[in-house]
């Protein structure tokens, strides 16, 4: 929805128990938003948000600021570079040509559906190798969008989630988190038992997380 210039994410909620409306920003879809319930006529949001016209401006004049430390240029796919072409038009998922990638509409959004169908094909198979190395497997995986962890192991449910940026990362890197959440399906803490095991695992794991996965070479587009 537009409001007065600024384009506001209408996040429409499906929570009977939700009763009123939040406006923020979304920083990893570089968006102004406001999460609404289903309830509430659209008129009525629309009112509400020229109501708050200012605060609204000043979200979008932080979301600028953030947008520029992004590079639009290029991006990587599992540690390979590749130069972005933008077409303007129609949100739709990114295609990649030889050294290449084509991003439509909204380029963060065209590299994330591009990154995850990517790493939809390719996870399975890294998560059998690592399976294969620390003999324990998941009952479920899945790739999620996350605000603050590369991956996450719910020990309970033995489920897996991997942070969908990372398949910016080399291989070796994903791996390395994935061998990390294995772990915690036999250590729960990160004491010295957990570590042994990852000496075990994946030598030298270490070193890269203490490199913070060498984001902020790969980390791009895609958050
Ligand atoms: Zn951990």
Redesign the pocket.
């Known amino acids: 929805m537009n409001i007065e210039g600024i384009d506001v994410d209408i996040r429409v909620r499906n929570n009977k128990r939700m009763r009123r409306f939040q406006i923020g920003t979304d920083k990893r879809r570089m968006q102004v938003y406001a999460s609404v319930p289903s309830w509430v006529e659209m008129d009525y949001v629309e009112a509400l948000l020229k109501e708050n016209v200012d605060t609204l401006r000043e979200m979008q004049k932080e979301i600028d600021q953030s947008k520029k430390e992004i590079d639009f240029s290029s991006m990587y796919l599992f540690g390979k570079k590749y130069n972005i072409e933008h077409k303007d038009g129609k949100t739709k998922i990114g295609e990649i040509n030889n050294n290449t990638i084509i991003l439509y509409g909204d380029m963060m959004e065209s590299a994330a559906r591009l990154g995850r169908s990517l790493f939809k094909k390719e996870l399975p198979r890294m998560m059998d190798e690592c399976v294969q190395v620390t003999g324990r497997a998941p009952k479920e995986f899945r790739i999620k969008r996350m605000k603050t962890k590369w ?3 719910n020990v309970v449910a033995e489920r897996i989630w991997i942070n969908l940026v990372l398949v910016q990362m080399p291989e070796e890197i994903i791996k390395e988190v994935i061998t ?2 294995l ?2 399906l036999y250590v729960h ?2 004491g010295s038992e ?1 570590k042994k095991l990852m000496d075990d695992f994946y030598p030298g794991w270490d070193k890269i997380e203490k490199a913070n996965m060498e984001y902020n070479k790969y980390g791009g587009i895609i958050r």
């Open positions: 991956g996450t192991c990390h959440e772990t915690h803490n990160h957990f």
